[in-house]
């Protein structure tokens, strides 16, 4: 029985949130069933996207802490979001890219007239997006299914809903489906993965249900690596405040990917320049040099306050239910990634 047949009555509904229990109860990874019911609208919306050409045939790399987790099998939690990245140059209504490139980071006014241009284009891009993603979401016959842009993001953030069956109190995921894309970065190089639900994991389920299966374009892991690592710095040196909430979760995810990568994964100096070059044209943040991090100076561990503030959402994360196991604490994570910071900054220096 294909597993959103479930959701067109309410006496079906009661049956998948039964399944979903029971999932729950063997689920080798520890997940609750709210947690598996939304990875199943994860996994289902990525198919959309990328099987039935949703994005326009746009090159677009899924990546993020869902791709970390479901792709690389870096990490040990939930992850929730969609973080897609368009090709900035599908956007840039050119056909030479070199050039696009060459007078789009010619100087600071030409940096922010495109970043004020591709920000139009994108949110432009994502109202036709959304009206053929509703479209097809509309073919389920599904009550409460829908997406929808969020007010005064740019186009940057659509909300996917769905009706729930499984719930649980406090806990730390949202109760939508964020899809957060972003036109101002790169969308290659991308490698193709296969994507399954968690609920694929348990036999008695998986046996008796169609459950979905995505093939995804996934951001390459060395472009991965620093991009994570770049948010750190950029977190950590900026001057403007940060939003704490639900940020513990990219310090988490380096220490993993420095884990669990094969070793060295930092040492692309491609991905590195590249990354560094995209991220100062197009995201230059006040405070912040990614460019110092070519000299050997990444920073990773935050000081004072902001080390208290993510810290406390680290915790409520872990009583959240986001991880696998019970993950290690956040002073061992730090204490680690303090170590892979001087590592890091003395092979980049050596480059030199």
Known sequence: MDIFDYYRTEAKRAELKLILDYAAQNSARGLAANFLEKDIWVTEILRLLYEEDLLDSHDVAFKGGTALSKCYSTIERFSEDIDLSIHWADLAESDDEAAA???????????RKFRREQRERLEGWTNEFV????????????????AEIE??????????????????????????ILLEFGGRNRGRPTVSKPVTTYLSEIDAVAGSHTLPIATVEAYHPDYIIWEKLTALHQFCTQENPLDTVRLSRHWYDVDCILKNLYEGSYQNMEALQDVVAMKSARWATRGVSFEAILSGKLVLIPTGRLLEDIKKDYDQSVSGGMFFSAPDSFAGIIERLAEQQDLINRFLNERR
């Open 101 to 111: 490139w060459t007078q789009t980071t010619r100087n600071p006014s030409q940096q």
């Open 151 to 176: 007010e005064d993001s740019g186009g940057e953030k659509i909300d996917v809903h769905f009706p729930h069956v499984a719930f649980q109190d406090d806990s730390y995921q949202l109760e939508h």
């Open 131 to 146: 009206q053929r993603l509703n479209s097809r979401l509309s073919d389920y016959g599904i009550e409460g299914l829908s």
